[in-house]
Nanobody, 126 residues
Framework: QVQLVESGGGSVQAGGSLRLSCVAS????????MGWFRQAPGKEREAVAT???????YYADSVKGRFTISQAGTKNTVYLQMNSLKPEDTAMYYC????????????????????WGQGTQVTVSA
């Protein structure tokens, strides 16, 4: 079971940027589908972006063109670059991972990801 540790959250004004990092305890490139999810108070956890093997990516419609998911050269770190942040992006952000038996990310549903980090808070003020 891979362990995940997030960092990089904080408070910014609308229009600002943040970069979240997720360090995995294992080599995840081409082994795991990695994802960033978020959960705002009173709302369900939702997928923000997923990545497999650096170039197989998915983005929620609400973040397309503003957020970028990427993997580091060491292949055990995943980033979420968040630009043009909006107040509605305020949430706890979680890194998640699921072993990919067939390659790629088969699901963007949180229930299909068994490995989770502790979360990092992102707050965007108007």
């Amino acid at each position: 079971q891979v362990q995940l540790v997030e960092s990089g959250g904080g408070s910014v004004q609308a229009g600002g940027s943040l970069r979240l990092s997720c360090v995995a305890s294992d080599y995840v490139y081409s082994s795991y589908c990695m994802g960033w999810f978020r959960q705002a108070p009173g709302k369900e956890r939702e997928a923000v972006a997923t990545i497999y093997a650096m170039d197989n990516t998915y983005y929620a419609d609400s973040v397309k063109g503003r957020f970028t998911i990427s993997q580091a050269g060491t292949k055990n770190t995943v980033y979420l670059q968040m630009n043009s942040l909006k107040p509605e992006d305020t949430a706890m952000y979680y890194c998640a991972a699921v072993f990919s038996f067939r390659g790629g990310c088969a699901s963007q549903k949180s229930r299909d990801f068994p490995n989770w980090g502790q979360g990092t808070q992102v707050t965007v003020s108007a």
